[in-house]
């Protein structure tokens, strides 16, 4: 009890510190209520989807709450907020600039969503997957830099939301979860060009025939949204004549997550349909071919002279 008398008169002897060990007490109650509905949340929601967009839409209501306690207690009115916003804004707009753009970005992904876990997604120069996004950073399964094509290289990127606002943003899938690939073939002068594009064409066809189906519904919705023209979403091929081959160019629609898979059975089974036309469809190469060793003629009169001349 004594204890406790000294304690209340300290505070009555300092109102100032009375008043920001209030203001602690209440900011850890809020926050340890808005833990609780997480727990509570992940432990009695099934579904993986609606349980992550739960618990972040908690994350950002707890600051907006954590936000209006502060305004409204330290002011001590809750009519002065414009004041409050005004002096607040003032006094931290440059030392906690990107903290701030932080937070506003997040929740400009939040409620115009930008783009949602499980994207691929490309931001300040750095492609991956979004596996996770906080109220200041966005984390992402890095694909690229050492590894070739769409491969994972290993390592999970911290992202400050705050990008959002500073550059462009490449969604993968988004709206459209497909995109468009091509390769190249080339083929030898001489070989039976309309068997090539035969093969090259069916092949392609028949293994992409499901990514084709489905684009077409989604292509339809992109189209019915935005101020875009249709587009052909079937394999198409192109034919360029260069010097030393005839170029084939294969472009078609491919799931964004299986681009490389794709190429590469296409590229497998495009090859195996060439050998087996004996010769009639012959993939080039930029090797030197020797055809002929030209002939020297050699007179031994002159070689008999010319070692005259030397002695």
């Not at 833990?35 to 992550?52: E, H």
């Not at 949602?116 to 690229?144: A, L, Q, W």
């Not at 094509?149 to 979860?177: E, T």
Request: no cysteine; glycine share 4%; net charge neutral.
């Amino acid at each position: 009890m004594k204890s406790l008398e000294l304690v209340k008169q300290w505070l009555e002897a300092h109102p100032s510190w009375a008043i920001f060990i209030k203001y602690i007490v209440l900011v850890l109650l809020v926050i340890g209520f808005i833990q609780f509905l997480r727990r509570f949340i992940r432990k009695n929601l099934p579904n993986s989807k609606v349980k992550y967009r739960s618990q972040k839409g908690i994350e950002v209501i707890g600051y907006l709450v954590l936000i209006i306690l502060t305004l409204s207690y330290f002011t001590g009115n809750i009519k002065d907020f414009t004041l409050a916003i005004g002096l607040l804004s003032a006094g931290v707009a440059i030392t906690l600039q990107e903290l701030i753009l932080s937070i506003a970005g997040s929740l400009y992904i939040f409620f115009v969503k930008v783009y949602k876990p499980g994207d691929r997604i490309e931001i300040n120069g750095i492609k991956g997957d979004v596996i996770d996004i906080d109220s200041i950073y966005t984390t992402m399964m890095e694909i690229g830099e050492w590894v070739s094509s769409d491969n994972y290289s290993g390592r999970i990127i911290k992202l400050s939301n705050a990008f959002v606002f500073k550059g462009p943003i490449y969604n993968y899938s988004m709206d459209f979860p497909f995109i468009w690939d091509e390769f190249n073939l080339p083929i030898r002068y001489g070989s039976d060009i309309e068997l090539a594009k035969d093969i090259i064409i069916k092949v392609a066809t028949e293994n992409l025939s499901e990514y084709v189906t489905n684009s077409i519904a989604k292509w339809k919705d992109v189209v019915d949204r935005y101020y875009i023209e249709d587009a052909k979403v079937e394999p198409t091929l192109a034919i360029t004549m260069t010097d030393n081959w005839i170029q084939f160019n294969l472009r078609y629609i491919v799931d964004y997550k299986k681009r490389r898979v794709t190429k590469h059975i296409l590229s497998e089974l495009i090859s195996k349909k060439f050998e087996e036309t004996n010769g009639q469809v012959v993939l080039a190469s930029s090797t030197v071919e020797i055809i002929r060793i030209p002939t020297i003629n050699i007179n031994e009169k002159d070689i008999t002279q010319r070692d005259n001349d030397i002695s």
